[in-house]
């Protein structure tokens, strides 16, 4: 082909495995992605969305072996001098996206290469929905971030097929919606740069998008170089680091009176800023401090139960007051005497049979454990019992 002098080849290898990423981000089932996708002798039509549900599934190995194939099919190309066109969004989606998105307004087409609707009349999403953006954005940047992109992307909606309607205004809004899921990365940028009208380095435009909009890197970086060839940004490079800004030649030119007056409103905004940032942290101190006390409820039932606790106590107290069997200072004195004494004698003796047995033990050639069980010796700790304190 390269020697042929073909520069734009298709490369559409891989991209079940994409897809299949994609749908399963989506919510769709597996049993619900393999009831959708056709068999490897027929992904040609399966991609154009003409059939549907024929000779599947594909295993996971062959899906696998697929994107390693695209990765050597793109590298070739590339080394060659061509620019691989790869595959976008064209607006066909599994039946079962009635089942995650009820509300879409999900049109079949007719039959296709006599097909019954079992496995053609594909289903095709309203372009005008905001899902329909959302999925070709989703499908693009994993593309993207599997092989990398040369900016240019293909997609068939009516390959071979009737569309619902023959309204010029119809297919033209289809048109739109399958071309702005492809070049959604780059105006997001574009539009970014422009409202900011500051400069940013790559880094810091994919840090700021990355959140809300999902981009890779790579997607962000591809998308500057690409608004930067097209002249729609300007692009200043120091040293090793590449800054981009918006093109100043379609803003309105600034006179000295109007940067006062936003010098003004920008040291107006900033003390207001400022006295809003203090107030959210009072009051974040202030919900701290509520959030560590107890409630009402909480307050109402601690008391309760302290109510019922000093209840307790008090008739605990009052029969020990009614009790005739007191004893007497001196029998207690006498009782705590006599314990002293014996267990003064308990470590006396344990002292002296330790050191027996150690004296034995020094020419015993077997450990003290079995030393014990022969003798039939039990110890305190045989018996989880230690010696009391005084």
């Given at each position: 082909m390269a020697l042929s002098g073909i520069n734009l080849p298709l490369a559409f290898t891989g991209q079940e495995a994409?897809?299949?990423?994609?749908?399963?981000?989506?919510?769709?089932?597996?049993?619900?992605i393999d009831n959708f996708v056709v068999g490897p002798a027929f992904l040609a039509w399966g991609r154009m969305g003409n059939m549907h549900s024929w000779a599947g599934p594909l295993p996971n190995s062959w899906k696998k072996n697929q994107l390693n194939l695209q990765h050597q099919i793109l590298q070739?190309?590339?080394?060659?001098g061509m620019l691989p066109i790869l595959p976008a969004f064209s607006g066909f989606v599994p039946g079962a996206i009635r089942r995650l998105f009820p509300e879409e307004n999900i049109t079949r087409l007719g039959s296709w290469g006599h097909l019954n609707c079992s496995y053609s009349c594909s289903f095709l999403l309203d372009s005008k929905s905001s899902l329909f953006q959302k999925i070709g954005k989703m499908f693009l940047l994993e593309l993207v971030k599997e092989f990398g992109t040369n900016h240019i992307y293909s997609a068939d909606t009516f390959n071979e097929m009737t569309p619902s309607s023959s309204d010029p205004k119809y297919l033209s809004?289809?048109?739109?919606?399958?071309?702005k899921s492809m070049t959604q990365a780059a105006s997001v940028i574009l539009k970014y740069l422009n409202d900011q009208n500051r400069p940013y380095s790559a880094q810091d435009?994919?840090?700021?998008?990355?959140r809300d909009y999902g981009f890779g890197k790579t997607a962000a970086v591809k998308a500057?170089?690409?608004?930067?060839q097209d002249?729609?940004?300007?692009?200043?490079?120091?040293?090793?680091q590449k800054i981009y800004f918006a093109d100043q030649s379609q803003f309105a030119a600034v006179g000295e009176a109007d940067l006062k007056a936003l010098d003004i409103q920008l040291s107006s905004l900033g003390e207001t800023f400022q006295n809003v940032q203090q107030s959210c942290r009072q009051m974040?101190?202030?919900?701290?401090?509520?959030?560590?006390?107890?409630?009402?409820?909480?307050m109402s039932l601690e008391i309760a139960a302290l109510n019922q606790e000093c209840a307790s106590h008090q008739e605990r107290l009052k029969k020990i007051k009614s009790a005739?069997?007191?004893v007497a200072p001196e029998d207690k004195e006498k009782v705590y005497n006599e314990r002293k004494l014996l267990v003064k004698e308990w470590r006396k003796r344990k002292r002296m049979a330790v050191d027996l047995t150690d004296a034995v033990l020094e020419g015993y050639p077997k450990s003290r454990k079995q030393f014990f069980e022969e003798i039939g010796i039990e110890t305190d700790e045989d018996h989880m019992v230690t010696v009391p304190d005084f």
């Amino acid at each position: 082909m390269a020697l042929s002098g073909i520069n734009l080849p298709l490369a559409f290898t891989g991209q079940e495995a994409i897809w299949q990423m994609v749908y399963i981000s989506l919510g769709f089932n597996q049993t619900e992605i393999d009831n959708f996708v056709v068999g490897p002798a027929f992904l040609a039509w399966g991609r154009m969305g003409n059939m549907h549900s024929w000779a599947g599934p594909l295993p996971n190995s062959w899906k696998k072996n697929q994107l390693n194939l695209q990765h050597q099919i793109l590298q070739r190309m590339r080394s060659l001098g061509m620019l691989p066109i790869l595959p976008a969004f064209s607006g066909f989606v599994p039946g079962a996206i009635r089942r995650l998105f009820p509300e879409e307004n999900i049109t079949r087409l007719g039959s296709w290469g006599h097909l019954n609707c079992s496995y053609s009349c594909s289903f095709l999403l309203d372009s005008k929905s905001s899902l329909f953006q959302k999925i070709g954005k989703m499908f693009l940047l994993e593309l993207v971030k599997e092989f990398g992109t040369n900016h240019i992307y293909s997609a068939d909606t009516f390959n071979e097929m009737t569309p619902s309607s023959s309204d010029p205004k119809y297919l033209s809004t289809t048109s739109n919606a399958v071309f702005k899921s492809m070049t959604q990365a780059a105006s997001v940028i574009l539009k970014y740069l422009n409202d900011q009208n500051r400069p940013y380095s790559a880094q810091d435009v994919f840090g700021n998008l990355q959140r809300d909009y999902g981009f890779g890197k790579t997607a962000a970086v591809k998308a500057l170089e690409q608004l930067t060839q097209d002249g729609k940004i300007k692009e200043k490079v120091y040293g090793k680091q590449k800054i981009y800004f918006a093109d100043q030649s379609q803003f309105a030119a600034v006179g000295e009176a109007d940067l006062k007056a936003l010098d003004i409103q920008l040291s107006s905004l900033g003390e207001t800023f400022q006295n809003v940032q203090q107030s959210c942290r009072q009051m974040e101190t202030e919900l701290k401090e509520l959030n560590n006390s107890m409630t009402t409820e909480e307050m109402s039932l601690e008391i309760a139960a302290l109510n019922q606790e000093c209840a307790s106590h008090q008739e605990r107290l009052k029969k020990i007051k009614s009790a005739t069997n007191h004893v007497a200072p001196e029998d207690k004195e006498k009782v705590y005497n006599e314990r002293k004494l014996l267990v003064k004698e308990w470590r006396k003796r344990k002292r002296m049979a330790v050191d027996l047995t150690d004296a034995v033990l020094e020419g015993y050639p077997k450990s003290r454990k079995q030393f014990f069980e022969e003798i039939g010796i039990e110890t305190d700790e045989d018996h989880m019992v230690t010696v009391p304190d005084f």
